[in-house]
């Protein structure tokens, strides 16, 4: 790493010195338009490269795209990411150096590469991530299907680290730490710890009665025998307020595979799938669950599993915009 920084370092001296060349051989002819913008086009690329190289060893300017950490962090905050906070990404979305002893630790907010993401190929990868960074995150040429951003990066917070098991009920994070045998609330593993208070739910407890519902009647759905579900069922999904949103498809689908385990018991995949929600999520060594604050609308680990490390490029660390909202991070 030292190395390619000091080639670094001598590639820009030489560039400079021979930029002042350059100016000085200017001084002494008469300026034309086409001169006059071409100084401007070298001064802007120039500008460009060093925003690329400072975004992509240093640190990154990041817009929060969704919802997900409302309200520690609100859609359209503006963020720095501590580039080099866990290693050194070579290049965007590559292997890291500079290691070391750098892990994340809980309650870090990070940023990592979307599991889920649908890659165009690396060549494109790489090419919107190095426009992303050298617009400073305002122009984002990587698009889904439906013209939306694509979300490249997730930022979360690292709730389970290595060993631990983290599980959900209506919702609610239990979490069971490294080399203990119970499971505990996170409130209360927070109040503890001295955690964040950040992580929130806002859901009706009392929706969980048709969501649950809801997830059983999918299974009889999808066999075709939705005339046999049980009417206590039908009863509980009749609750749901036409104005309410399934928030949890989490809880949903937890439900469903309960219903499929019931129906056909003999059915391995049905009891693996259930197995997987009744005993939670195990997070493996160099991994980490990040999980969303805003609990209630986030997509996060409990849909695609610990992520690993090597797939984690940053840490969030101060919001600076908008300016009324300024803070630092760090200590969340």
């Known amino acids: ?48 490269f060093w925003v690329i190289i400072i975004n992509q060893y240093l640190f990154q300017f990041f817009l ?40 994340v630790e809980r309650d870090d ?7 889920e993401y649908d890659s165009k190929g690396p060549v494109f990868d790489i090419f919107s991530q190095i426009i992303f960074m050298g617009t400073l995150s305002f122009v984002n040429i990587d698009k889904n299907p439906d013209g939306t951003p694509a979300e490249r ?15 959900f009920e209506d919702g609610n994070v239990l979490i069971k730490p ?18 964040s208070q950040g992580p929130h739910r806002s859901v009706n407890m009392d929706d ?47 439900q469903r595979a309960l219903s499929e385990t019931k129906i056909d018991p003999s059915n391995m995949d049905y009891r693996s799938a259930l197995n997987s929600y009744e005993n939670g999520i195990y997070v493996p060594n160099d ?5 969303g604050d805003n609990r209630d609308n986030s997509r996060d680990g409990r849909y695609f599993g610990p992520v690993s490390e090597s797939d ?3 840490r969030v660390v101060l919001r600076f915009w908008p300016l009324s909202d300024f803070s630092i991070l760090t200590d969340d």
């Open 178 to 195: 490294a080399g203990e045998n119970d499971f505990i609330t996170e409130e209360e593993f927070r109040a503890a710890n001295g955690l």
């Open 64 to 103: 929060i795209p969704s919802p997900s950490m409302v309200s520690t962090l609100n859609v359209g905050d503006r963020v720095a990411v501590v580039k080099n906070a866990y290693g050194t990404e070579l290049y965007p979305a590559g292997p890291k150096v500079g290691v070391g002893n750098r892990r």
């Open 153 to 167: 990066l997730y930022v979360k917070r690292a709730v389970g680290l290595p060993g631990d098991t983290v599980k």
């Open 208 to 254: 969980y009665i048709w969501l649950k519902a809801y997830g059983n009647l999918l299974a009889y759905d999808e066999k075709g025998i939705l005339n046999s579900a049980p009417s206590y069922l039908e009863r509980a999904y009749s609750q749901m307020d036409q104005s309410s949103n399934i928030s949890d498809f989490y809880e949903v689908e937890h």
């Open 312 to 314: 984690i490029n940053g």
């Open 109 to 115: 907010i990070i940023t990592f590469y979307n599991p």
């Open 287 to 291: 991994h980490v669950l990040p999980l």
């Open 1 to 48: 790493m030292d190395k390619m920084l000091t080639a670094i370092e001598r590639r820009t001296e030489r560039y400079l010195t021979k930029r002042k060349q350059v100016r000085q051989y200017n001084k002494n002819k008469k300026k034309t338009i086409l001169s006059e913008i071409w100084s401007w086009v070298d001064a802007l690329i120039f500008a460009i």
